[in-house]
């Protein structure tokens, strides 16, 4: 019922010149696929590139963040209308690098999110929680004070349209995978939150991905859980025959 979506997110690697040799070589290693979504994230300013790569792929195209307003004096940022234009459908937003290093709170990822569903992106949100969070019995407090923040005062329709993403930040770029198990936990436990937050449609219908050192190796294992949705790739995500395996996940 809820479309598998394979998403990459390339953070800051590759200029216009190693995008279009990536996205070729993506395009060559995928071949078909049904069933299932696909997505690249490159940089801001590979991104015009990247759509005239992809043109007649399939493969849906995001942002890697995004300003909450439409336009204004914000010197070195990003607004929805830009993405949209470039041609993205998607915009990550509030993933925890950006929290962690760039000082993004859950009230400026609520914004973000509102001007993506505005701007008719669709915002993949991530969630997640440290090392230390998960260790002194926290994580559910975390992940829930995120969720609620991020998405507590949307309507039901936005919610079950947009995409959640679980990154355990002691699991990304680490090669230290969540098991199956841990992160289905997790998974469920969002999807219980989203039907308090909105109703059980839409906690039905909202894709949940897992990200952090999801790899060709893993990728099934995690996607047999019954509340895994898809994957959020970094590391992954630029080995072009690494996410073809990724996107051909069997379980
Ligand atoms: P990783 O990154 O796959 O390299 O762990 C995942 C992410 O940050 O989205």
């Not at 963040?65 to 830009?82: K, V």
Request: with cysteine; hydrophobic share 45%; proline share 4%.
């Amino acid at each position: 019922m809820r479309t598998p979506l394979l998403a990459g997110n390339w953070k800051m690697h590759c200029t216009p010149t190693e995008t279009a040799a990536l996205i070729q070589e993506l395009r060559a290693s995928l071949g078909d696929y049904d069933q299932r979504e696909v997505l690249v994230a490159p940089p801001f300013t590979a991104l015009a590139t990247a759509a005239t790569e992809l043109d007649g792929s399939g493969i849906l195209l995001a942002g890697q963040d995004l300003h909450w307003e439409d336009s204004g004096a914000f010197t070195g940022e990003i607004a929805g209308p830009m993405l949209t234009a470039v041609g993205c459908s998607h915009a990550i937003i509030g993933h925890s690098e950006r929290r962690q290093y760039f000082g993004e709170t859950d009230g400026r990822v609520a914004l973000k999110i509102r001007a993506a569903l505005r701007n008719r992106l669709v915002p993949i949100v991530c969630v997640g929680e440290t090392l230390e969070e998960r260790e002194s019995g926290q994580m559910t407090d975390v992940i829930e004070r995120q969720v609620r923040g991020a998405l507590g005062a949307l309507d039901a329709r936005s919610i079950g349209s947009s995409v959640l993403a679980y990154e355990p930040v002691w699991a990304i770029g680490t090669g230290r995978v969540a098991t199956p198990d841990q992160a289905q936990e997790v998974h469920a436990a969002i999807r219980a939150l989203l039907g308090e937050i909105a109703d059980a449609d839409a906690a039905a219908s909202c894709r949940i991905l897992y990200g952090g050192s999801v790899k060709p190796d893993n990728v099934d294992t995690l996607m047999a859980q019954p509340d895994i949705d898809g994957a959020l790739v970094g590391g992954a995500s630029l080995k072009a025959k690494d996410f073809a395996r990724i996107v051909h996940f069997q379980s």
